[in-house]
C-alpha cells in the first residue's frame, strides 16, 4: 500500500543548530512530495513540494528537501533553527494526480533556548 | 486561507446526535478533501469529491458521509457522533495548474461528549 512514514515522533534541538526531519514513501511510482508545517492551533502551511527535477528543493523559511530516490527518502532540512520554528512538521505525497494526500505520522519540533 | 472558510471552528456535541460540519471555497477547485487529524496518526482521508455530487470514501470513513450539491461547498456529517470521532477536522482542496498543490482549511475542533 502507498504510504509515507515520518520516524521520528519529537525532536527537540537547540537555537542555531542544524535540523534534519525524515520522511520515506513507499517505493514504486514516485509520488509528488510535500512538507507542511502546523504551528499550535494552526492549520497547514506548505513549505515546499517536489514533483521532478532538481532534487534540492528550496522553500520558504530558509527549508530545504532533498528528494533520493535510492533511499526513498524527502528529508526537510534547515541549517540553522529558531525558537519560532518549533511546530509540528508534515510530510506528505501524492500517488496520483487528482487523487489523494497520503499524510505521515507528523514530527513534533521543540526548540532549546 | 486561500478562499476555504470551515464551520463552525469549534463545536462541542453530545454522542448519538448528528453533525454537520462546512467547507466553504470561492476559488471553483474541483477537488475537495476532508480529513481528520488525531495525534500520532498524522492527517487521515476521511472522503472526499471530484466534483458536483461526485464523492468517494477515504481511509477512514466508517461513521461520517459527504455531500457536494455545488462546486463551493462541501459537507461532512457525521451520523450518530460518538467519542472516538472527537478530533479536528480539516478541508482541503486541490489547486491545479502552474500553483499545482493543496490548501488547507484553518480546521474545525469537535468534542464529542
Known amino acids: 500500500a502507498q504510504s509515507v512514514t515520518q520516524p521520528d515522533i519529537h525532536i527537540t534541538v537547540s537555537e542555531g543548530a542544524s535540523l534534519e526531519l525524515r520522511c520515506n514513501y513507499s517505493?514504486?511510482?514516485?509520488?509528488?512530495l510535500f512538507w507542511y508545517v502546523q504551528s499550535p492551533g494552526q492549520g497547514l502551511q506548505l513549505l515546499l513540494k517536489y514533483f521532478s527535477g532538481d532534487t534540492l528543493v528550496q522553500g520558504i523559511k530558509g527549508f530545504e528537501a532533498e528528494f533520493k530516490r535510492s533511499q526513498s527518502s524527502f528529508n526537510l532540512r534547515k541549517p540553522s533553527v529558531h525558537w519560532s520554528d518549533a511546530a509540528e512538521y508534515f510530510c506528505a505525497g501524492l500517488y496520483n494526480q487528482g487523487g489523494k494526500l497520503i499524510f505521515g505520522q507528523g514530527t513534533e519540533l521543540s526548540v532549546k533556548p | 486561507d486561500a478562499g476555504i472558510t470551515q464551520s463552525p471552528r469549534h463545536k462541542v456535541t453530545e454522542t448519538g446526535t448528528p453533525v454537520t460540519l462546512r467547507c466553504h471555497q470561492t476559488?471553483?477547485?474541483?477537488?475537495m478533501y476532508w480529513y481528520r487529524q488525531d495525534p500520532g496518526h498524522g492527517l487521515r482521508l476521511i472522503h472526499y469529491?471530484?466534483?458536483?455530487?461526485?464523492?468517494d470514501k477515504g481511509e477512514v470513513s466508517d461513521g461520517y458521509s459527504v455531500s457536494r450539491s455545488k462546486t463551493e461547498d462541501f459537507l461532512l456529517t457525521l451520523e450518530s457522533a460518538t467519542s472516538s470521532q472527537t478530533s479536528v477536522y480539516f478541508c482541503?482542496?486541490?489547486?491545479?495548474?502552474?500553483?499545482?498543490?493543496?490548501?488547507f482549511g484553518s480546521g474545525t475542533r469537535l468534542t464529542v461528549v
Open positions: 517505493y514504486g511510482a514516485t509520488p509528488y
Open positions: 469529491s471530484y466534483g458536483v455530487k461526485d464523492t
Open positions: 482541503a482542496v486541490q489547486r491545479g495548474g502552474k500553483d499545482y498543490g493543496y490548501t
Open positions: 476559488e471553483n477547485h474541483r477537488y
